[in-house]
């Protein structure tokens, strides 16, 4: 039973001793962890009284800071009242304005109404005033027709007393008659004069106003055909009743002949278009002479 027990003794023995190496190496452990826990509980408090300066310093830094924000705010308050405050005035003001315009406005607006229905009055009583004086017109044209009907009639009992002495004025208007007509130009192509026709042409000297006309119309005709040609003459010669020296000439030759203006410009017409076709003849002679004596 004893030796049995020896072994098991050493075994505890040996347990025992491998335990209370293993506990003495742990407890120096220990020891120098709680000697390392010291050292950074150390350092924590040594940090954290750094963190806690510093956040003191910052939180005086950051109050500062609000001070200095609540002030500039305040500022921008001030500003923003002081703007209000002028933009509530402007606005007054421009209310003030434009109700002061707009009473103006309507003032204008009635006073041209006013106008308008002064012109409309004024229109009316124009139209009113025109009537009037219309049929004031036609009263006195009826009074004057039948002034003027007594006084043909009048008119026509003096030319019946008359009638006894008037076989010289019947002679002269057959004259007259006669002249007006004879005809000035002959019914054949191309136009020329009749014997008539020529007296009415040396009465008004036309062959020496066509010289001076005829150079007037030489170039703007060259090459024209004959009809052509005359149809520009007429044109010319009606033209010349603008000018007044010609035209009263004109005038006074058909007033001595006893015959219309139109038969005058008639002869003058046909006088300016030979001018013009006897100097296209001496032009052509002139140019086919050398030719013929070659």
Known sequence: M????VPISAAVVITLVVLIVKFARWAGSVNTSIETLKDVTVELRSDMKDLATEFRTEMRE?????????????DVRTEMNDLATEFRTEMKELATE??????EFRTEMREFRTELTEIRTEMSEVRTE????????????????????TEMSEVR????EVRGDNQGIRTNLYAVMQNLSLPVTMTES???LTEYGESIAQEFDAPTWAITAAEQLRLSTEGMPEWKLYEQCVQFVQDQMNIEATADRMKEVA???GI??????TVLSVVLRDRLLALRAEDTAVESAPAGES
């Open 255 to 257: 007033y001595n002949k």
């Open 98 to 103: 434009f109700r002061t315009e707009m009473r």
């Open 2 to 5: 004893d030796a049995w027990l």
């Open 130 to 149: 025109i009537r009037t004086e219309m049929s004031a017109v036609r009263m006195e044209i009826s009074e004057v027709r039948t002034e003027i009907r």
């Open 62 to 74: 950051f109050r500062t800071e609000m001070r200095e924000f609540r002030a500039d705010l305040r």
């Open 260 to 265: 219309e203006v139109a038969k005058v410009h």
């Open 190 to 192: 191309p136009v020329k």
């Open 157 to 160: 009992m003096e030319i019946s």
